[in-house]
């Protein structure tokens, strides 16, 4: 049986030297490097990308104090929800094409009065049509944020993603294209529009330096990396502190660790690009020997993060992720939308969710791994004979 797992970052011993060599100056230096790929007017290193969500937020709120709407897709993760909510605003949830990504249709018949500004993602790496957006934000006075949280080092016709909007941002967190470590290990807001600079350069003047500094390196690698040969270890430690509440993420700038452990990683980027593209053109290659397998997303051409692959009628998400499991692969259900249930607006996103599974798309993967998972996969569905639902 073979063991094929998700990967949550690609750390090696220069992130570990990285690591204990930190120094103060490492976020000036990974700041530059970050410049080079971002192509905007200034960009502020935090702890993560809910931060710098609500540092735009806070910055949009100073401009146009009597909006309070902000539109986001109805997949999204609840730090997105969270960020607009703990700045006092109300999100307003607009449903998702195929791609997860936000659907057009329907805000272009919105009222968007009372609309502060508008997230883009590009779920999965998938990029959306953000110059279609903006041409309404234009329009409504509106701001617009361009959510590159997943993916960094990728452009549209020649602008980087995370550049598109008034600001844009990204997230290292764990399973992004550049991983400082677990969640709050770091995060960027990208000002693209030159009236933000001061406003947001004020609002970070005076912020602590995050502590998610070598501890939580360390509890990456354990959590992650190292879960093999840490896993009892943590499951003791569970059982012994089984509700350990973790304290709600502040804003504040990123450690420097983390810093000089993304520096470190920087010169890898493009070889994480090109190596996950690798594993996404084994799958594609391949697919036509499975006919009862397809993807959620159109991921022709693309740079993706995640793989989604659709679910028959009948089978659940856990139960497949267990069968899969059996078989020794790691598989991933969607993100909960509990924002999602009786509202119209998220009909899409539930329906895609609740019949989706990710799949590992890893460096190195070889042909045989693909075709081992997507053997299991038509093995596990094809007990259960309906058609492909979605
Ligand atoms: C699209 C998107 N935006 C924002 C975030 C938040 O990033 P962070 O976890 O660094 O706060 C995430 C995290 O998964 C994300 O996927």
Redesign the pocket.
Known sequence: MKNVKLKYGYWGSKEFIAALQAQKTSTKLFKEKLLTISDCEDLILL???????RVALKSFKQIRPHKENIIVPSY??N??VD?IVDEGLNPLFIDVDENLNLSFEVIEKLDLTNVLAI?I???NGIPSDIKRISNITQSNEIFLID?A??IQGVSINGKPLGSLGDVG?Y???Q??TLVGGI??S??ALLINNPILVDPCQQLTASLSVSDNGRIAALKFATTYLLEKYTYLISYYYRRIFPKTKFAK?EISLINPVNSAMLLAQFSRLKYILEGKRKAVLLYMKLKSNYPKIDFVQDIKNKDIIKLLIKLPIGLTPDQIKISMKQEGIQTRLAYDLPWATNNPNCKNALKIASHMIEVPIVIGMEESDVKYILDKFQMIISENDTPISI
Do not use: P
């Not at 702890?47 to 969500?53: C, L, P, Q």
């Open positions: 702890n993560s990308g809910r931060s710098a969500i999204t993760c730090a997105v960020a997230i993602e590009h779920a959510d949280a997943q941002i997230s290292f967190a399973s992004k969640s709050g770091g995060g993420m």
